[in-house]
């Protein structure tokens, strides 16, 4: 069945009046799921209507299951689907307010080799409904509604490649932008893709200009071959004329995400190789430090290293940051809580 949160407002408008019901009833259903409730627990609309919805629908597509809490504020959340899958999602605080990481597919078939997410391969994508349904669910979790939102920021950087998903995820933005539910700017949203070059141009032409966020994590074809497969589909060069095409049709700064592995890809001579490919991109670096996993032998630097590969970015005149480890203590790597609750459960060999 379809859940309902997958249906843009104006094509729940379309099947309120299909069922002979008032327009005004979509508003009515819109709001609600999008403070976090199931329809039989709203008080406005009639029973009938409830049970005929509910009979053709899902209106609960997924539930919280388990919520860890790291020492740093860092909270990571465990969410059921409507079929049995899990998939999970990463709650940070700032000052300016939070951040909710969201999944876009249960599982990931990109196979880079630092992740824990697509061990398992890709299992389904997420629908439309049940990418926002992780924001309606914590933001209620939080305490919040449509009136007072208390997730301010979404990234589209969980579980699975969010490209390889491409029209649920513009579904996604529909829904997540709509003035009638959360309503999101676009300039708070940003998603993250490992480089599937059609679809980079795609979301450009889009109409739609939110934050793009280029997991490029390597100098040169060469080394990102070696840790992330999607590198022998789309060379180096490609992918970053298609990220400053991006960059020029939507008048947005490109976030270079950069993995910084031990004796991999974390050399000053990676980083001069790395500062000359990205020469006139209106790109800003973000290193990362290596969230270790089990599954693989990859190993974090040190933070002299950090700061060394930052200097030699910095001397280019490339704006870096470098981003504070989260969620150490809570399976942090995306993949490893959803994994961990698999083999707990059986659902894993």
């Known amino acids: 069945m379809t859940d309902l949160q997958s249906l843009t407002f104006d094509k729940l408008q379309s099947l309120m009046i299909d069922m002979g019901e008032k327009k005004y009833r979509a508003e009515q259903i819109f709001s609600a799921l999008h403070n976090g409730k199931r329809l039989n627990e709203t008080s406005n609309l009639p029973m009938a209507l409830v049970e005929k919805l509910q009979e053709n629908y899902i209106d609960n597509p997924i539930s919280i299951v388990k919520v860890q809490n790291s020492s740093d504020g860092t909270q990571k959340f465990l969410y059921r689907l409507a079929d049995g899958n899990v998939i999970e ?36 994508n997420l629908t439309s409904g049940e990418i926002m349904s992780q924001i309606i669910c914590v933001n209620s979790y939080l305490g919040g509604d449509i009136k ?14 969010p490209l390889d998903n491409y029209d649920n995820v513009l579904g996604f933005i529909s829904l997540a932008t709509d003035k009638h539910g959360l309503y999101y700017s676009e300039r708070n949203i940003s998603l993250s893709t490992c480089g599937l070059v059609p679809r980079i141009y795609d979301l450009a032409d889009s109409g739609y200009h939110i934050h793009l966020c280029l997991s490029l994590h390597a100098p040169s074809d060469n080394i990102r071959g070696e840790i992330m497969p999607i590198s022998r589909a789309y060379h180096y060069d ?10 020029e049709k939507t008048n947005r700064r490109i976030l270079i ?3 910084m592995i031990k004796d991999v890809n ?10 000359k490919k990205l020469k006139g991109l ?5 290193l990362i430090n290596l969230n270790e996993v089990k599954e693989n032998d990859f190993k974090k630097c040190s933070n002299d290293t950090l700061s060394s590969f930052a200097e030699v970015l910095m001397s280019y005149h490339i704006s870096v940051t470098t981003r504070r480890s989260l969620g150490d203590d809570i399976d942090g790597a ?16």
């Open 89 to 124: 999602g990463v709650l940070m605080q700032y000052k300016f307010g939070y951040t909710l990481c969201v999944s876009s597919q249960v599982g990931c078939r990109m196979g880079c080799k630092f992740c824990a997410s697509g061990l398992d391969g890709l299992v389904r």
């Open 148 to 161: 007072d939102r208390k997730v301010s920021n979404i990234v589209l950087m969980g579980s699975g490649e």
């Open 238 to 247: 490609e992918l970053i004329d298609a990220v400053r095409y991006y960059s």
């Open 257 to 259: 995400e950069y993995i």
């Open 266 to 275: 974390s050399s000053k001579e990676h980083a001069l190789t790395l500062a």
């Open 282 to 286: 209106n790109c800003m670096v973000n």
């Open 334 to 349: 995306c993949g490893q809580l959803r994994r961990k609750y698999m083999n707990e459960e059986g659902d894993l060999c």
